[in-house]
């Protein structure tokens, strides 16, 4: 079962995609109970290869299906610093995440994006 969302980016605009519930179902399930998310998202240190909404407050572990090496267009839940993270290329990431969705549309219009922004995600 997959949930389509809204991530709205005050000012720059909107990207859809989906939440994949069967790729980590409490995962998934913490976060979409936790819809509408408001968060000031920022990129990864010095780089824009992701952009992060840190404190999700979900606090859910990593799952049978974690792993480090993540593709572009995922939606990442990090167990470790409990952020939200939608990645911007492939790469290998510090620590195993949680894979919760995928980005369908206008991912490049993220890189648009000043850190602090304000992102909103919603249910379609």
Known sequence: ????????????????????????????????????????????????????????????????????TVEKGDILYNPKTDELIITLENLEMPNKVNKVGKVDTNLDILLQAKNGLNTKIIKK
């Not at 976060?31 to 990864?44: A, C, Q």
């Open 1 to 68: 079962m997959s949930v389509p969302i809204k991530i709205n980016l005050f000012g720059i605009g909107i990207i859809e995609g989906e939440i994949i519930r069967y790729i980590a179902p409490l995962t998934a399930d913490a976060i979409l109970d936790k819809l509408p998310i408001v968060l000031r998202g920022r990129f990864s240190f010095g780089s824009k290869k992701y952009w992060t909404l840190p404190g999700i407050e979900i606090y859910k572990g990593a799952n049978s299906k974690s792993k480090a």
